[in-house]
């Protein structure tokens, strides 16, 4: 009954910027932290940024730390990850998903479930 679908991934110049959307469908995620994730290939599922339910607090993977910001509106049962000054090192398919528990804050792609399929970000040097 739950999906995820992400949005807004696509080709920019290092420097530049995108937004990323995740739809929530089939039932509200209010009470549980949401994440993305973002992986490369031949990598692991890397984290990449978690929001918790209300919205009050985030936590950012060393990576993105400064340059990304994780936001949710509850009211439309969506999440989003502003990417500011993209590196190509960022290149990968992020994912958004929802935690399993609602006390769960952490990092571990174990940790949540829901995953949506994935939007490309590549971002030219």
């Known amino acids: 009954q739950a999906q995820l679908v992400e949005s807004g991934g696509g080709l920019v110049q290092a420097g530049g910027s995108l937004r990323l959307s995740c739809a929530a469908s089939?039932?509200?995620?209010?009470?549980?932290?949401m994440g993305w994730f973002r992986q490369a290939p031949g990598k692991e599922r890397e984290f990449v940024a978690t929001i918790i339910g209300s919205g009050s607090g985030t936590y950012y993977g060393d990576s993105v730390k400064g340059r990304f910001t994780i936001s949710r509106n509850n009211a439309k049962n969506t999440i989003y990850l502003q990417m500011n000054n993209l590196k190509p090192e960022d290149t990968a398919v992020y994912y958004c998903a929802v935690a399993r528990e609602s006390w769960y804050i952490g990092t571990r792609t174990s940790g949540y479930n829901y995953w949506g399929q994935g939007t490309q970000v590549t971002v030219s040097s």
């Open positions: 089939g039932r509200t995620f209010s009470s549980y932290a």
